[in-house]
C-alpha cells in the first residue's frame, strides 16, 4: 500500500511562493509588458518560393546582412517555400525585402509569390478577440464544474487556472518572449492541461468523502493526492519530455509555443496540488457540501 504524503502540511509555506510568484509575474507583466509579435501589431508578410530547398538560417543571414534585423523566417508548405514576417509600416517594404534576398540568392534565387501589409488595427483585434476567447474559457469552466462538482469545486479550479496563465505570461513578459497567435495557442490549452489534472484529484477527492466518511478534508486531499500521484508524474513527465524535444529541435518558429507549454505545465502540476486544494480547505469543504439537497413532496392542505 503506498504511504499517504503529507502534502498539505506545507501548504503555508506552499502559499508563501505562490503569492511571490504571482507578484513578481504580475510586476513583470505591468511593468514590462508582453512582447507582442506581428500577428498582433502589425507588418508585412512576404512569402518567397525558390528553385530548390531554402537553408532557413541563410535567409536569416541574408536579411540581417541588409539591414532587417526584427525580420521572422519560417517555412511554409513545401520546403521551396518561405514567409517573411517583420515590423514596418511601409508598404513598399515587402518588395525592398524581396529585392535584398534576389540580390543575395546566388545559384537559387527567391521568386516573391505575394506581398501582404496587415495593419496594427487587424492586429488589435486579434488581440482582443484572443483575450476574450480565454476569458470565455475559464467562464465555461466555472460553469462546467459548479454543475458536474460542486461551486467549491469551480473556485478552487477557477483559482489554480489563473495562477497558471499569470505565471505563465509573467515569464514570458520577464524574458520579453514574442507572444504571438501560436503563444496564445499554447495559453489556451495550458488551461486545458491544468484543468484535467485538477479534475483528477477533484474527483478522487468526492470518491474519498463516500468512503471514508470519519476523515477529515485534509486527510482527504492528502490521501487522493497520494492516490493520483503516480497519474500525475506520468502525465506530467511525458508531457514535458515531449515540449522537451519541440523546444529543442522545433526551431525558432516553436521556440515561443514550446516554453509557453512547458512553463504551463509545471506551473498546472503544482497548481493542481497546492492551489487548487488548498482553495477547498480555506472555504470548508465537508461532506455534506456533496449530497443532494432532500426533495420535499408538497403538501396538500385543500380541506
Same mark, same amino acid.
Given at each position: 500500500?503506498?504511504?499517504?504524503?503529507? /502534502?498539505?502540511?506545507?501548504?503555508?509555506?506552499?502559499?508563501?511562493?505562490?503569492?511571490?510568484?504571482?507578484?513578481?509575474? *504580475?510586476?513583470?507583466? /505591468?511593468?514590462?509588458?508582453?512582447?507582442?509579435?506581428?500577428?498582433?501589431?502589425?507588418?508585412? *508578410?512576404? !512569402?518567397?518560393?525558390?528553385?530548390?530547398?531554402?537553408?532557413?538560417?541563410?535567409?536569416?543571414?541574408?536579411?540581417? &546582412?541588409?539591414?532587417?534585423?526584427?525580420?521572422?523566417?519560417? &517555412?511554409?508548405?513545401?520546403?521551396?517555400?518561405?514567409?517573411?514576417?517583420?515590423?514596418?509600416?511601409?508598404?513598399?517594404?515587402?518588395?525592398? @525585402?524581396?529585392?535584398?534576398?534576389?540580390?543575395?540568392?546566388?545559384?537559387?534565387?527567391?521568386?516573391?509569390?505575394?506581398?501582404?501589409? @496587415?495593419?496594427?488595427?487587424?492586429?488589435?483585434?486579434?488581440?482582443?478577440?484572443?483575450?476574450?476567447?480565454?476569458?470565455?474559457?475559464?467562464?465555461?469552466?466555472?460553469?462546467?464544474?459548479?454543475?458536474?462538482?460542486?461551486?467549491?469545486?469551480? @473556485?478552487?479550479?477557477?483559482?489554480?487556472?489563473?495562477?497558471?496563465? @499569470?505565471?505563465?505570461?509573467?515569464? +514570458?513578459? /520577464?524574458?520579453?518572449?514574442?507572444?504571438? +497567435?501560436?503563444?496564445?495557442?499554447?495559453?489556451?490549452?495550458?488551461?486545458?492541461?491544468?484543468?484535467?489534472?485538477?479534475?483528477?484529484?477533484?474527483?478522487?477527492?468526492?470518491?474519498? /468523502?463516500?468512503?471514508?466518511?470519519?476523515?477529515?478534508?485534509?486527510?482527504?486531499?492528502?490521501?487522493?493526492?497520494?492516490?493520483?500521484? +503516480?497519474?500525475?508524474?506520468?502525465?506530467?513527465?511525458?508531457?514535458?519530455?515531449?515540449?522537451?524535444?519541440?523546444?529543442?529541435?522545433?526551431?525558432?518558429?516553436?521556440?515561443?509555443? &514550446?516554453?509557453?507549454?512547458?512553463?504551463?505545465?509545471?506551473?498546472?502540476?503544482?497548481?493542481?496540488?497546492?492551489?487548487?486544494?488548498?482553495?477547498?480547505?480555506?472555504?470548508? *469543504?465537508? &461532506? !455534506?457540501?456533496?449530497?443532494?439537497?432532500?426533495?420535499?413532496?408538497?403538501?396538500?392542505?385543500?380541506?
Amino acid at each position: 500500500m503506498l504511504r499517504t504524503i503529507n /502534502f498539505m502540511g506545507v501548504r503555508n509555506i506552499a502559499f508563501a511562493v505562490t503569492m511571490l510568484l504571482t507578484v513578481l509575474a *504580475l510586476f513583470s507583466w /505591468f511593468q514590462k509588458g508582453l512582447n507582442f509579435g506581428l500577428d498582433f501589431t502589425g507588418g508585412t *508578410l512576404i !512569402e518567397l518560393t525558390y528553385e530548390r530547398p531554402a537553408n532557413l538560417e541563410q535567409v536569416r543571414e541574408e536579411l540581417v &546582412s541588409a539591414g532587417y534585423h526584427d525580420a521572422v523566417v519560417q &517555412s511554409f508548405g513545401a520546403t521551396t517555400d518561405l514567409l517573411v514576417r517583420m515590423p514596418g509600416d511601409d508598404p513598399m517594404l515587402g518588395n525592398h @525585402v524581396a529585392d535584398a534576398l534576389k540580390k543575395a540568392g546566388g545559384d537559387n534565387p527567391a521568386v516573391v509569390k505575394r506581398v501582404e501589409f @496587415v495593419g496594427p488595427q487587424v492586429g488589435e483585434e486579434l488581440r482582443d478577440q484572443g483575450g476574450l476567447g480565454m476569458l470565455l474559457a475559464l467562464g465555461g469552466i466555472l460553469i462546467y464544474l459548479a454543475f458536474r462538482f460542486q461551486w467549491k469545486f469551480a @473556485v478552487g479550479a477557477i483559482v489554480s487556472l489563473i495562477h497558471d496563465v @499569470v505565471v505563465t505570461l509573467g515569464i +514570458l513578459s /520577464f524574458f520579453q518572449i514574442t507572444f504571438d +497567435l501560436t503563444v496564445l495557442a499554447a495559453v489556451l490549452a495550458i488551461i486545458g492541461y491544468s484543468l484535467n489534472d485538477t479534475i483528477v484529484v477533484f474527483d478522487r477527492v468526492r470518491e474519498n /468523502f463516500r468512503v471514508m466518511r470519519k476523515a477529515s478534508l485534509i486527510e482527504n486531499i492528502n490521501i487522493s493526492t497520494t492516490q493520483t500521484l +503516480l497519474r500525475t508524474m506520468a502525465t506530467s513527465i511525458s508531457t514535458l519530455l515531449a515540449i522537451a524535444a519541440l523546444l529543442f529541435f522545433g526551431g525558432d518558429n516553436l521556440f515561443g509555443f &514550446s516554453i509557453a507549454l512547458f512553463i504551463g505545465v509545471l506551473a498546472g502540476t503544482y497548481s493542481s496540488i497546492y492551489i487548487a486544494n488548498v482553495v477547498l480547505i480555506w472555504l470548508n *469543504l465537508n &461532506s !455534506e457540501d456533496l449530497i443532494p439537497p432532500a426533495k420535499t413532496d408538497g403538501v396538500d392542505e385543500r380541506p
